[in-house]
Protein backbone atom coordinates (compact mmCIF):
# COMPACT_ATOMS: atom_id res chain seq x y z
CA UNK A 1 0.00 0.00 0.00
CA UNK A 2 1.14 3.26 -1.33
CA UNK A 3 1.45 5.94 1.63
CA UNK A 4 2.03 9.21 -0.12
CA UNK A 5 4.14 11.95 2.32
CA UNK A 6 2.69 15.48 2.55
CA UNK A 7 5.08 16.99 5.08
CA UNK A 8 8.95 17.94 4.15
CA UNK A 9 11.36 15.13 5.36
CA UNK A 10 14.12 16.95 6.96
CA UNK A 11 15.76 13.49 8.32
CA UNK A 12 15.87 10.06 8.46
CA UNK A 13 17.80 6.81 10.04
CA UNK A 14 18.16 3.23 8.27
CA UNK A 15 17.28 0.72 10.88
CA UNK A 16 20.15 -1.14 12.30
CA UNK A 17 19.73 -4.75 13.00
CA UNK A 18 19.67 -5.19 16.57
CA UNK A 19 23.00 -7.13 18.27
CA UNK A 20 22.80 -9.93 19.75
CA UNK A 21 23.12 -10.14 23.38
CA UNK A 22 25.93 -12.00 24.73
CA UNK A 23 25.14 -15.82 26.00
CA UNK A 24 24.73 -15.88 30.01
CA UNK A 25 27.68 -18.56 31.02
CA UNK A 26 25.66 -21.78 32.52
CA UNK A 27 27.56 -24.47 34.17
CA UNK A 28 26.91 -27.67 32.63
CA UNK A 29 28.09 -29.68 35.44
CA UNK A 30 25.82 -28.30 38.04
CA UNK A 31 22.57 -27.53 35.93
CA UNK A 32 19.77 -29.66 37.59
CA UNK A 33 17.98 -32.34 36.05
CA UNK A 34 14.74 -32.19 37.27
CA UNK A 35 14.31 -36.27 36.43
CA UNK A 36 15.57 -38.98 34.50
CA UNK A 37 14.60 -38.37 30.79
CA UNK A 38 12.67 -40.54 29.02
CA UNK A 39 13.88 -43.19 26.52
CA UNK A 40 17.32 -45.09 25.78
CA UNK A 41 20.06 -43.69 27.39
CA UNK A 42 23.86 -45.01 27.46
CA UNK A 43 25.05 -47.15 30.28
CA UNK A 44 27.95 -48.70 31.68
CA UNK A 45 27.52 -51.81 33.15
CA UNK A 46 29.94 -53.51 35.54
CA UNK A 47 30.62 -56.53 38.15
CA UNK A 48 32.26 -55.38 41.25
CA UNK A 49 34.20 -57.35 43.20
CA UNK A 50 35.47 -57.13 46.64
CA UNK A 51 36.64 -59.27 49.44
CA UNK A 52 36.26 -58.73 53.58
CA UNK A 53 35.49 -59.92 56.69
CA UNK A 54 33.05 -62.10 54.89
CA UNK A 55 34.89 -63.17 52.37
CA UNK A 56 34.39 -62.43 49.22
CA UNK A 57 31.67 -60.88 47.74
CA UNK A 58 30.06 -59.24 43.85
CA UNK A 59 27.67 -57.01 42.94
CA UNK A 60 26.75 -55.72 39.69
CA UNK A 61 26.31 -51.67 39.19
CA UNK A 62 24.82 -49.82 36.60
CA UNK A 63 25.74 -46.37 35.54
CA UNK A 64 23.75 -43.84 32.98
CA UNK A 65 25.20 -40.98 31.20
CA UNK A 66 23.86 -38.44 28.94
CA UNK A 67 24.81 -35.43 27.02
CA UNK A 68 24.12 -31.78 28.93
CA UNK A 69 23.98 -28.38 27.34
CA UNK A 70 25.55 -25.05 29.29
CA UNK A 71 27.63 -22.19 28.57
CA UNK A 72 31.38 -21.61 28.56
CA UNK A 73 32.79 -18.39 28.16
CA UNK A 74 29.94 -16.86 26.06
CA UNK A 75 29.86 -20.27 23.96
CA UNK A 76 27.78 -23.08 24.13
CA UNK A 77 29.01 -26.43 24.90
CA UNK A 78 28.16 -29.93 25.82
CA UNK A 79 29.61 -32.23 28.17
CA UNK A 80 28.90 -35.74 29.13
CA UNK A 81 26.84 -36.18 32.29
CA UNK A 82 26.35 -39.47 34.52
CA UNK A 83 22.61 -38.80 35.51
CA UNK A 84 21.71 -42.36 37.25
CA UNK A 85 23.00 -45.19 39.17
CA UNK A 86 21.11 -48.37 39.12
CA UNK A 87 21.49 -51.90 41.83
CA UNK A 88 19.74 -54.59 39.59
CA UNK A 89 17.63 -56.00 42.11
CA UNK A 90 17.84 -60.16 41.37
CA UNK A 91 21.16 -59.85 43.24
CA UNK A 92 19.50 -58.09 46.49
CA UNK A 93 19.65 -59.23 49.81
CA UNK A 94 18.71 -58.10 53.27
CA UNK A 95 22.18 -56.51 53.53
CA UNK A 96 22.05 -55.44 50.12
CA UNK A 97 19.11 -52.89 51.00
CA UNK A 98 21.37 -49.92 52.05
CA UNK A 99 23.23 -50.47 48.49
CA UNK A 100 19.75 -49.71 46.57
CA UNK A 101 19.49 -47.11 48.62
CA UNK A 102 22.72 -45.74 48.15
CA UNK A 103 22.36 -46.01 44.63
CA UNK A 104 18.94 -43.76 44.99
CA UNK A 105 20.75 -41.14 46.83
CA UNK A 106 24.21 -41.14 43.92
CA UNK A 107 21.26 -40.72 41.22
CA UNK A 108 19.74 -37.39 42.96
CA UNK A 109 23.04 -36.36 43.59
CA UNK A 110 24.17 -36.66 40.07
CA UNK A 111 20.90 -35.20 38.46
CA UNK A 112 21.86 -32.45 41.07
CA UNK A 113 25.39 -31.58 39.75
CA UNK A 114 27.12 -32.89 42.92
CA UNK A 115 27.73 -36.75 42.57
CA UNK A 116 31.58 -36.42 42.74
CA UNK A 117 31.49 -34.48 45.61
CA UNK A 118 29.00 -37.07 46.99
CA UNK A 119 31.47 -40.25 45.86
CA UNK A 120 34.09 -38.52 48.04
CA UNK A 121 31.88 -38.65 50.94
CA UNK A 122 31.00 -41.74 50.82
CA UNK A 123 34.11 -43.05 50.40
CA UNK A 124 35.07 -41.68 54.02
CA UNK A 125 32.67 -44.16 55.08
CA UNK A 126 34.20 -46.58 57.69
CA UNK A 127 33.19 -50.03 59.63
CA UNK A 128 34.00 -52.27 62.68
CA UNK A 129 34.84 -55.26 60.13
CA UNK A 130 38.19 -54.34 58.91
CA UNK A 131 39.78 -53.73 55.65
CA UNK A 132 38.04 -54.68 52.50
CA UNK A 133 39.47 -55.67 49.42
CA UNK A 134 38.65 -54.06 46.05
CA UNK A 135 40.66 -53.29 42.72
CA UNK A 136 44.59 -52.05 42.49
CA UNK A 137 45.87 -48.77 42.30
CA UNK A 138 48.16 -47.30 39.83
CA UNK A 139 51.14 -49.30 40.81
CA UNK A 140 49.13 -52.94 40.29
CA UNK A 141 48.91 -53.13 44.10
CA UNK A 142 45.84 -54.01 46.03
CA UNK A 143 43.69 -51.01 47.11
CA UNK A 144 42.36 -51.57 50.81
CA UNK A 145 38.91 -49.56 52.00
CA UNK A 146 37.56 -48.94 54.96
CA UNK A 147 34.28 -50.27 54.43
CA UNK A 148 31.95 -52.42 51.60
CA UNK A 149 30.63 -48.75 50.87
CA UNK A 150 33.90 -46.86 50.50
CA UNK A 151 34.87 -49.62 48.29
CA UNK A 152 32.00 -49.63 45.77
CA UNK A 153 32.06 -45.97 45.96
CA UNK A 154 35.72 -46.00 45.14
CA UNK A 155 34.65 -48.27 42.15
CA UNK A 156 32.19 -46.48 40.97
CA UNK A 157 34.53 -43.64 40.83
CA UNK A 158 36.75 -45.83 38.57
CA UNK A 159 33.78 -46.28 36.54
CA UNK A 160 33.31 -42.31 35.78
CA UNK A 161 37.38 -42.14 35.16
CA UNK A 162 37.45 -44.33 32.25
CA UNK A 163 34.58 -42.62 30.77
CA UNK A 164 36.42 -39.30 31.26
CA UNK A 165 34.45 -37.49 33.94
CA UNK A 166 36.99 -37.62 36.63
CA UNK A 167 40.73 -38.44 37.08
CA UNK A 168 41.88 -41.19 38.65
CA UNK A 169 41.84 -39.48 41.61
CA UNK A 170 38.20 -39.34 42.10
CA UNK A 171 38.81 -35.03 41.36
CA UNK A 172 36.17 -33.16 39.15
CA UNK A 173 37.55 -32.92 35.66
CA UNK A 174 37.32 -29.28 34.07
CA UNK A 175 34.28 -28.30 32.20
CA UNK A 176 36.31 -26.55 29.41
CA UNK A 177 38.21 -30.57 29.15
CA UNK A 178 34.86 -32.62 29.56
CA UNK A 179 33.82 -30.43 26.56
CA UNK A 180 36.57 -31.29 24.61
CA UNK A 181 36.34 -34.68 25.45
CA UNK A 182 32.94 -34.89 24.17
CA UNK A 183 33.52 -32.93 20.88
CA UNK A 184 36.40 -35.34 20.02
CA UNK A 185 34.17 -38.33 20.67
CA UNK A 186 31.38 -37.10 18.20
CA UNK A 187 34.12 -36.39 15.34
CA UNK A 188 35.90 -40.36 16.40
CA UNK A 189 33.19 -41.64 16.86
CA UNK A 190 34.74 -43.35 20.43
CA UNK A 191 34.85 -42.43 23.98
CA UNK A 192 38.02 -41.06 25.44
CA UNK A 193 40.40 -43.33 26.72
CA UNK A 194 42.71 -42.87 29.95
CA UNK A 195 46.56 -43.06 29.27
CA UNK A 196 48.15 -46.46 29.61
CA UNK A 197 49.37 -47.04 33.36
CA UNK A 198 52.23 -45.20 34.91
CA UNK A 199 55.38 -46.62 35.07
CA UNK A 200 57.63 -46.02 37.59
CA UNK A 201 60.70 -47.55 39.77
CA UNK A 202 59.83 -45.69 43.14
CA UNK A 203 59.97 -48.91 45.23
CA UNK A 204 58.68 -47.24 48.21
CA UNK A 205 55.83 -45.86 46.44
CA UNK A 206 54.63 -49.20 45.48
CA UNK A 207 55.60 -50.84 49.27
CA UNK A 208 53.38 -48.20 50.94
CA UNK A 209 50.86 -48.52 48.89
CA UNK A 210 47.29 -50.56 50.87
CA UNK A 211 47.55 -52.01 53.93
CA UNK A 212 51.58 -53.70 54.56
CA UNK A 213 51.81 -57.53 54.24
CA UNK A 214 53.05 -59.86 56.68
CA UNK A 215 53.24 -63.19 55.23
CA UNK A 216 51.66 -65.60 52.93
CA UNK A 217 48.65 -67.47 53.09
CA UNK A 218 49.10 -71.72 54.27
CA UNK A 219 45.53 -72.44 52.15
CA UNK A 220 45.98 -70.42 49.14
CA UNK A 221 49.80 -68.73 49.12
CA UNK A 222 48.21 -65.49 48.79
CA UNK A 223 49.09 -62.52 50.77
CA UNK A 224 48.04 -61.64 54.47
CA UNK A 225 47.44 -58.56 56.13
CA UNK A 226 46.87 -57.46 59.61
CA UNK A 227 42.81 -56.96 60.41
CA UNK A 228 41.79 -56.44 63.81
CA UNK A 229 45.37 -57.86 65.13
CA UNK A 230 45.38 -61.23 63.47
CA UNK A 231 47.58 -61.94 60.05
CA UNK A 232 44.33 -62.51 57.77
CA UNK A 233 44.30 -63.71 53.88
CA UNK A 234 42.65 -61.58 51.47
CA UNK A 235 43.45 -63.32 48.34
CA UNK A 236 40.14 -64.59 48.43
CA UNK A 237 40.06 -67.53 50.41
CA UNK A 238 39.28 -65.27 53.82
CA UNK A 239 42.01 -67.79 56.08
CA UNK A 240 42.62 -65.90 59.51
CA UNK A 241 45.04 -67.39 62.16
CA UNK A 242 42.80 -66.20 64.87
CA UNK A 243 40.75 -68.94 63.30
Avoid at 164 to 178: K, M, N, S, T, Y
Wanted: hydrophobic share 40%; net charge neutral.
Amino acid sequence: MAVEIKSKIVNYRVKQPQAELPLVDENPLTVRIPSRPEGTLEAVSEKISYVGAEGRKKVYVLVAFMPVEGVLNGKQVVIERPVEFFFPSGQLSSEHQWITATMRSLSLAARGGYVTQALADLRKVAWDKGLVRCGTNRWNKPMFHDSEVAAIAWSIQQILYRRGFVDADGIQVPVDELAQRYAQRLIHGHPWQPPAAEETGDSDAENSAGAAVVGHCPECRGELIMMDGCPTCYAGCGWSKCG
